[in-house]
Every structure is written in structure tokens, then in C-alpha cells.
């Protein structure tokens, strides 16, 4: 499987400033960036799904000027959250799928944990 | 809309134990089915998987069988051993416009004792 990289592995901030979270396909070129966010002890969810080369596609409920994705490259993802607050603590997953690969496969990153002061 | 549940947990066992974790959904259409397993530290891996009804994906001894009149797909395994410790998330992709996205159940924390 493909492999795929966070960073930062964990990552305090203050409240009101931006935070912005790498993933990286190391070994393939992703065509499809998933990012998910899981709270304690529950399961993920999907935010949004980032095409390479295109916008962003938001889940309903996900402020997409909170949450800014970009898919720059076939091999990097970013995602920003802008004007942190302490309710956006929470563990952050990106996942990569490739139409070269059975798209149904995802591979996930190791996630980073966001905690807002 | 399409959801997973999964039997909560903790699930504690002694090794070679046999192991049973539930899962039921509800999707429109033909959903693939998923389990994936988040060891300490680690991502989610893919564990094993079935594309359609009666199919069973198997994977390290675990075992799951895509039961479309009960709507489940449930993992199992016979023996199971410390290194299996870990959380397991069933998933569904209901396919379509949602191809591509799949929908976790809350998982599963599975803790195995020598």
C-alpha cells in the first residue's frame, strides 16, 4: 500500500491563530486527499475531499473558509485551520486514494493532533 | 443517509480468545464494506474487505462475510494474540456520488492480555 505522512505529528497553538497541517503521499501520485477529523473516542469524519489541480469539496456542516484545503501537487496536501479556537481541538486524518489504484482503497496518514489554547 | 454501528467497546481478552466484533449499516444501493485497524500510534490500515453481498474478505486470520439480509459484516477471528491489540473501524463506501467516501463506524478498542 501507499504510504502517507502528517505533519505536524501534534501541534498546541493560541487561540486565534492559523494552523497548517501537511500530508504527503511518499510513494504514489494521489489523485484524491481525503481529511477527516475524529474527536475522542468517537469516528472519523469526513470534511472534505481535495482533486489535485481543483477546489475543494466540503461535507455539508464543514466551513470551508475555516478549513482551507489545498491539493497543489500530486504528492502534498495541506490543510489550514484559520482563526483557531479551542473547539477546533480534535485529531486530524488525511487519507490519499489514486484512479490508478482501486479508489475504494484509502491509505491514511498517521494524523495530527490539534489542541487550541 | 448511510451509517455504521459498530458494538462498543472495550473488548478485553485473554490470547488465543476468539474474537467477535459487530457491525450493522444502513446505505442506499450496494455498499463495499471495510474494516480498517488503527494500531497504537499508527494510521488506519486496511484490514480486509468485501465489494458485494455473500463475499468474505479475510486478512491475518481475521474474517468478515458481507451479510446483505442482515445488513452486517461482522469480524471475526479464532485465535486472537497481543499484537492484535488495537481499534478496529468498519466502513462502508455506498458508491455512486459518494464514491470514494467512506463512512466509519466509531470503533472498536480491543485490548488482548498474555
Known amino acids: 500500500g501507499a504510504v502517507v505522512s502528517q505533519h505536524p505529528s501534534r501541534v498546541i497553538c493560541k487561540s486565534g491563530t492559523s494552523v497548517k497541517i501537511e500530508c504527503r503521499s511518499l510513494d504514489f501520485q494521489a489523485t484524491t486527499m481525503f481529511w477527516y477529523r475524529q474527536f475522542p473516542k468517537q469516528s472519523l469524519m469526513l470534511m472534505a475531499t481535495?482533486?489535485?489541480?481543483?477546489?475543494?469539496?466540503?461535507e455539508q456542516g464543514v466551513e470551508k473558509d475555516k478549513f482551507l484545503i489545498n491539493h497543489a501537487s500530486l504528492t502534498l496536501s495541506t490543510l489550514t485551520v484559520t482563526s483557531a479556537h479551542p473547539e477546533d481541538s480534535s485529531f486530524y486524518i488525511c487519507s490519499v486514494g489514486s484512479l490508478r489504484l482501486f479508489q475504494e482503497t484509502q491509505y491514511f496518514g498517521p494524523g495530527t493532533r490539534l489542541l487550541v489554547l | 443517509g448511510n451509517s455504521v454501528t459498530q458494538m462498543e467497546g472495550p473488548v478485553t481478552l485473554s490470547e488465543e480468545a476468539f474474537l467477535t466484533i459487530n457491525c450493522t449499516y444502513t446505505?442506499?444501493?450496494?455498499?463495499?464494506l471495510f474494516w480498517y485497524v488503527q494500531y497504537p500510534g499508527e494510521g488506519l490500515q486496511l484490514l480486509l474487505k468485501a465489494t458485494k453481498a455473500d463475499d468474505k474478505g479475510s486478512n491475518k486470520g481475521f474474517e468478515a462475510t458481507y451479510r446483505k439480509e442482515t445488513t452486517s459484516f461482522h469480524l471475526e477471528k479464532g485465535s486472537v494474540q497481543v499484537s492484535d491489540s488495537a481499534v478496529y473501524f468498519c466502513?462502508?463506501?455506498?458508491?455512486?456520488?459518494?464514491?470514494?467516501?467512506?463512512?466509519f463506524g466509531q470503533g472498536t478498542i480491543l485490548t488482548v492480555h498474555p
Open positions: 481535495s482533486n489535485e489541480g481543483s477546489k475543494a469539496t466540503y
Open positions: 466502513a462502508l463506501n455506498a458508491g455512486g456520488t459518494s464514491y470514494g467516501k467512506l463512512t
Open positions: 446505505a442506499t444501493g450496494y455498499p463495499s
